[in-house]
């Protein structure tokens, strides 16, 4: 599976963003697609994921309430809604598969390439 993130940008603090992710290639029912980010200089960090077949989600505590992922399993497609935006949000952002729920990065095994989101104060 080959995933490519898209929707980032440059955006002011309060603001929102929509991220979007496409898969191409068979997800299965088992799989999990995840958000990460990774600021410069920092880690990366899980931010949420949903599993693929049915709605169940976990987020990172520093994105509840105001991240909600989703999925369009007839397109393909996961997307990260963010709203009200903080500068600590900046970072680039990356979409991911794992067999499991999981909030490790080392449990996701397909990366896409990332999607920059700046958000200014």
């Known amino acids: 599976v080959q995933l490519q993130a898209s929707g980032g940008g440059l955006v002011q603090a309060g603001g929102s963003l929509r991220l979007s992710c496409s898969a191409s290639g068979r997800i299965f029912s088992s799989h999990v697609m995840g958000w990460f980010r990774q600021a410069p200089g920092k880690e990366r960090e899980f931010v949420a994921a949903?599993?693929?077949?049915?709605?169940?989600?976990i987020y990172a505590e520093s994105v509840k309430g105001r991240f909600t992922i989703s999925k369009d399993n007839a397109k393909n497609m996961v997307y990260l809604q963010m709203n009200s935006l903080k500068s600590e949000d900046t970072a680039v952002y990356y979409c991911?598969?794992?067999?499991?729920?999981?909030?490790?990065?080392?449990?996701?095994?397909?990366w896409g390439q990332g999607t920059e989101v700046t958000v200014s104060s």
């Open positions: 949903i599993r693929w077949s049915r709605a169940s989600t």
């Open positions: 991911a598969k794992a067999n499991g729920l999981s909030t490790y990065f080392r449990e996701y095994n397909n």
